[in-house]
């Protein structure tokens, strides 16, 4: 069993940066992928970006692309979501989501939110105009 938590959400102006952080425990194994996605009211929740087990390969929606970076610390159990230029269309209910498939060698089809084995319960990000 993985928990996962988040936090660094909160209120920003528009081309205001936030930096989300989410601390997985209960021994995950090695080789996780980790990911995050948002939902905004009304709408599907959807993939933001993703990084594998070594922070080697990431991954991003194309809406966010040169705008958000994840970062991931496994010393800490940690990864993070630093978010610059931030725009009202970034308001949402962020999630990181943790995919164990890796650690038993299959892929991880990172932007699908059935691909992840565990989920945090979210942290709120408004972005105002």
């Known amino acids: 069993q993985v928990q996962l938590v988040e936090s660094g959400g909160g209120l920003v102006q528009a081309g205001g940066s936030l930096r989300l952080s989410c601390a997985a425990s209960?021994?995950?194994?090695?080789?996780?992928?980790m990911g995050w996605f948002r939902q905004a009211p009304g709408r599907e929740r959807e993939f933001v970006a993703a990084?594998?087990?070594?922070?080697?390969?990431?991954y991003y929606a194309d809406s966010v692309k040169g705008r958000f970076t994840i970062f991931r610390d496994n010393a800490k159990n940690m990864v993070s979501l630093q978010m610059n230029s931030l725009k009202p269309e970034d308001t949402a209910v962020y999630y990181c989501?943790?995919?164990?498939?890796?650690?038993?060698?299959?892929?991880?089809?990172?932007?699908?939110?059935?691909?992840?084995?565990?989920w945090g319960q979210g942290t709120r990000v408004t972005v105002s105009s």
């Open positions: 990084a594998t087990w070594t922070g080697g390969s990431t």
């Open positions: 989501a943790a995919d164990l498939k890796p650690c038993r060698g299959y892929y991880s089809d990172y932007d699908k939110v059935l691909a992840y084995d565990y």
């Open positions: 209960g021994r995950p194994c090695s080789g996780y992928a």
